[in-house]
């Protein structure tokens, strides 16, 4: 089954009560069961609920994984991760990732003896040179966020191999329509299904997905134990929000490729990241390992102006200031002040954060009111 097909059809089946095509909101918190361990399949819905299983097994059948499970959020998904290793083991991250994944490393799990080496992963070798006896995981964001940084997920599972490190990706600027890592190798993938996923700006939640029995079961484990699960009406949602996937991803490359193009020409613009420019690092990478090249963009503004960028971010009326990307609306976001605010400057400054720095969702719109909206609020 293509993946056009299976964004309609996998992990759905009609409700075998009603023959409702879509699948049902079990709103309901447990079951009845015939006798003592005897049931249909669900006892209490922060194990299992229908809704949410029927979004389990989609999310699995997208990106090529034999298991998916859904929590409250994308770092509730990343904290599941986490929980599965042990005091005294170490982490090697990319230094350039969302600003939520360094906190929650830093200021949660750090405490408890996990140890957390940032690290520029354009060149797999500075992964090389920080793996040791303690390397249990190496977590990989690409695109990253909010440099539009490219990894080569390829190159990363071979640098591990047979050396009982997981390697973990966070998917979620790509999506599984542009890019699979399990396919590449990768042993679990994380997506903010908050964002492309769900892709209407109106859902909270996060998944991981694998194909390995055992990480399955551990993650399982902890999903029950910790209790961090979505409930039916956002399971619904994020079932009806995968319908359109395909459809939305590729308007987003369309409207991307366009306002990168602009913001290159721009006098205002410094620097622009989108992988899609040959001139960006990594390119060949992501022509090799991504359909195309997604709807985010970032740019910086010469001089480094701040106050200037505040006031573009403020200024524009179809991109709208707010935290968050992939939905179907436009935002713009200014990252060391909002999304990245947790991370000190310092470390900011040297994986390219800049102050200037303005992180684009190109949203579906029409491209050229995306365009106009952009030049008045520069001008």
């Not at 913001?263 to 990594?282: A, I, Q, R």
């Amino acid at each position: 089954m293509k993946f056009n097909t299976k964004v309609i059809h996998a992990g759905v089946h009609p409700d075998s009560a009603t023959g409702a095509i879509m699948t049902p909101i079990y709103q309901t918190s447990t079951y009845v069961q015939d006798e003592i361990g005897v049931h249909k399949g669900f006892e209490y819905s922060r194990t299992g609920n229908p809704t949410r299983s029927a979004l389990e097994d989609s999310l699995a059948a997208i990106e090529n994984g034999k298991y998916g499970a859904c929590f409250g959020s994308g770092l509730a998904a990343i904290d599941c991760i986490i929980k599965m290793l042990n005091p005294g083991d170490e982490v090697i991250s990319t230094n350039d990732l969302y600003g939520g994944s360094y906190r929650i490393f830093k200021t949660v799990f750090e405490k408890y003896g996990i140890k957390f080496h940032f690290v520029n992963m354009l060149d797999v070798e500075n992964i090389k040179n920080n793996i040791n006896e303690n390397t249990k995981l190496i977590w990989v964001e690409t695109p990253t966020n909010p440099m539009m940084n490219i990894i080569d997920i390829k190159a990363v599972v071979d640098l591990v191999k047979n050396k009982n490190i997981m390697v973990g990706v966070d998917n979620t600027f790509a999506t599984p329509y542009l890019q699979r890592p399990l396919d590449l190798g990768a042993d679990v993938v994380m997506h903010s299904v908050t964002k492309y996923l769900g892709g209407h700006s109106d859902v909270v939640m996060g998944a991981l997905v694998t194909a390995d029995d055992k990480i399955a079961e551990e993650i399982y484990r902890i999903q029950n134990s910790s209790g961090a699960v979505c409930g039916p009406m956002d399971s619904f949602l994020v079932l009806r929000g995968i319908k359109t996937l395909h459809l939305r991803i590729q308007r987003h490359c369309e409207n991307g490729v366009k306002v990168a193009q602009f913001l290159k020409n721009h006098p205002l613009v410094d620097e622009v990241y989108w992988p899609g420019f040959e001139d960006h690092p990594n390119h060949d990478v992501a022509k090799s390992q991504m359909k195309n090249f997604g709807g985010m963009v970032s740019f910086t503004l010469k001089g480094d102006d701040i106050e200037k960028s505040k006031k573009i971010v403020s200024s524009t009326k179809l991109f709208t200031l707010a935290e968050s990307l992939g939905g179907v609306e436009s935002l713009i976001g200014h990252p060391s002040t909002m999304t990245h605010a947790s991370i000190p400057r310092e470390e900011r400054l040297k994986s390219g954060v800049k102050d200037s720095l303005i992180r684009l969702s190109v949203g579906i719109e029409d491209a050229d009111d995306l365009v106009s909206d952009l030049t008045n609020a520069m001008s």
